[in-house]
Every structure is written in structure tokens, then in C-alpha cells.
């Protein structure tokens, strides 16, 4: 069953803002459309702000973080034991997100929807928890519908701390996500698992062969998922990816932009537009992953990122990276002179 609060409306954005800002790119001392998509970029932010002239000071991320049981199938390089030390790391500094995040100004947050192994009340970490990892989705349900609702409502909750902010980063972290966010993008966009499986965290050619074999595995034990998206998320899924699913959403409703990260990030857009289509409109993509299904999402959500800096990363650091090439959009579309400020022909 779908939580109730999903289905909320999703905020439209303010068309009058937009066609101001539109009106103000034609008049800037340039020829129209030379700054290309710093333009775009700039019309759309004050179109999702309400305001003529947009700002990314108040830039606010959120990093989810939670345990997937398919790591027992031998899906990821890595051990689970390293989430958790990972998100150690985030709240003690040293982390690329945030450092990034340091260089930003931005206000990071690091939520633990569940670890496998609970690190107690941690300095730094916000605890919403929905159970010590997901169950093998190899084998049955990554989740039940309960531990759903809670990992949708963490993320809910992080959207609206955001309430205030000019830009939402959602980031992620635990071993064997990619397995998880490429079996969801199998079932949502009826998908080969070959296509969308990818190294990871740097998985060999057999071993990402095997990681498809598992996610074909879990799949054969479903039907009519490619139109069930919150059952998707909830057979296949993981907590974090749910989190996400839940803030882009929440989100959308309160009237806050998204900024996009990779591959987990854009796995949980997917879930969030096929439940609520409209909220397409709030997202902006940062970055193509050097994940390799990546690219076959980002074309099913009609997206264009921003960046191609070969990251798979996670964390939301390739969101954060795009940050200051947004904030230089502002600055153009805000700072420069109209041809009537400068006394220069239009021509």
C-alpha cells in the first residue's frame, strides 16, 4: 500500500518567474543563447525559486546511508562493514562529500536509514532507521512495507529541514547499491540486467556477468513491476534509495529544486517520477556516472546532465560538483548589464 503522503500534489513551478527571467536572458548584453545552458540553467532555477533573479546560497545535503543483503551474493568488491565505517567518516570530516560540501558553504547532513551493524548514537549522524540492511533481494522482498514507510519518511524528513534551502543534494552510501538501483531500473524500464549492471565498486567482467545473473534471478519472481514503481523500490530496493525516493518527492511538494547526483540518486528519481510525474520538473541532473547503465536512466527521465567527469563516486559528490557551475549561471543571469544599463545596441 502507498503512503498517503506520496500522493500529494506536486508544487507547480511559477511560470510568470520563468518568463521574466526568460525575458531578462534576451536582454543582457550578449547575443541571445550564447552562454548556452547556463541560460536554461538559470531561467529554470528562478522559474523552481519563485524569483526573477535566483540564488544557490543555502545549498543543503543530505547523505543516506543503509546496508543491502544481496551483498551475501557476492554483487560488490567491497565488504558491508565498510558503510558504516564510511559513515564515520562523513560525520568526522573526511569524506570527498565533505569536503566538498566544506568548500560549498553547504550544510551536510548524514542520515543512517540502516546499516548492518547500528554504530549506536554517533557524533554527527542522524539515526531514522528501518531495520540492520535489507534482506537478500536475491532470495525474497528487499523489505517489508513497514520498513518502507520508514526509510520513505527519513527522506521526507531531510526534505523538510530543507524547506528553506535553494538547492537540495540528496546523497548515498552502501555497499551493493548499484545492484539494487540497477535491478530497479530492470524492472521499471523492462530492461535487460546486462545493460544496466555495472562494475560498482570495481567489479571484474565476470564478476558484474554474475551481478546480472543475480538481479535476473530476483526479477523472475515478479510481474507487472514496470508499472508498480513504490513495489519496485520496495522488492528490489534499499532503504537509502527509498530515503531518496522520499525527499525528491517531499520536495517537489514543499517547492525545494533537486539537484541530482549519479547512478543511486538518479534510480531513485526514476521511482519518484513514475509515481508522480510531475515532479520531473524540479530535478536537475548534475552528472553522467561512468556507471554504465546511467546513461540508459537518465534517457528513460528525458535528462541532460550537466557534467561528464567519468565519477561514480556516490555520496552526492558529482550534485556537489555542479554546484558552483550553477551558482556562475546566477551570477551571469544576475550581474550582467541589459543592453539598455550599458547604452550598447541590440543590433
Request: hydrophobic share 45%; net charge negative.
Amino acid at each position: 500500500m502507498i503512503p498517503d503522503w506520496l500522493t500529494r500534489p506536486i508544487k507547480r513551478p511559477d511560470d510568470e518567474m520563468r518568463a521574466l527571467a526568460a525575458g531578462r536572458q534576451q536582454q543582457l548584453t550578449k547575443p541571445p543563447g550564447s552562454l548556452g545552458r547556463l541560460e536554461q540553467a538559470a531561467i529554470d532555477l528562478s522559474a523552481l525559486q519563485g524569483r526573477e533573479r535566483p540564488s544557490l546560497e543555502k545549498v543543503r545535503i543530505a547523505v543516506f546511508a543503509a546496508d543491502h543483503g544481496v551483498a551475501a551474493s557476492g554483487v560488490s568488491a567491497f565488504p558491508q562493514e565498510v558503510t558504516v565505517q564510511m559513515v564515520a567518516n562523513f560525520a568526522n570530516g573526511g569524506a570527498a562529500i565533505s569536503v566538498l560540501a566544506g568548500s560549498l558553504g553547504a550544510t551536510l547532513e548524514v542520515i543512517d536509514v540502516g546499516t548492518a551493524v547500528d554504530p549506536g548514537e554517533m557524533p554527527g549522524v542522524i539515526s531514522h532507521r528501518a531495520g540492520p540492511g535489507t534482506a537478500n533481494l536475491h532470495q525474497q522482498d528487499a523489505m517489508t512495507a513497514e520498513q518502507l514507510d520508514v526509510a520513505l519518511n527519513a527522506g521526507r524528513a531531510a526534505a523538510e529541514r530543507a524547506r528553506e534551502a535553494d538547492l537540495f543534494i540528496g546523497g548515498d552510501m552502501g555497499i551493493a547499491n548499484t545492484t539494487a538501483s540497477a535491478a530497479i531500473g530492470c524492472a521499471l524500464l523492462q530492461t535487460n540486467p546486462i545493460i544496466l549492471a555495472g562494475p560498482g565498486t570495481g567489479l571484474d567482467k565476470a564478476g558484474v556477468s554474475h551481478k546480472a545473473d543475480v538481479i535476473g534471478q530476483a526479477l523472475q519472481r515478479y510481474e507487472g513491476l514496470h508499472d508498480q514503481p513504490i513495489e519496485a523500490l520496495r522488492c528490489v530496493g534499499g532503504f537509502e534509495i527509498a530515503a531518496l525516493a522520499g525527499a525528491f518527492l517531499a520536495c517537489g511538494q514543499q517547492g525545494t529544486p533537486v539537484l541530482i547526483d549519479g547512478y543511486i540518486a538518479t534510480a531513485a528519481a526514476l521511482v519518484a517520477v513514475r509515481q508522480q510525474p510531475a515532479l520531473r520538473e524540479w530535478l536537475i541532473f548534475s552528472h553522467r556516472s561512468a556507471e554504465p547503465g546511467h546513461s540508459a536512466m537518465l534517457q528513460a527521465l528525458d535528462a541532460e546532465p550537466l557534467l561528464d567527469l567519468s565519477m561514480r563516486l556516490g555520496e552526492g559528490s558529482g550534485a556537489a560538483t555542479a554546484v558552483p557551475l550553477l551558482r556562475l549561471a546566477c551570477d551571469l543571469h544576475n550581474g550582467m548589464a541589459t543592453f539598455a544599463d550599458a547604452g550598447v545596441s541590440e543590433g
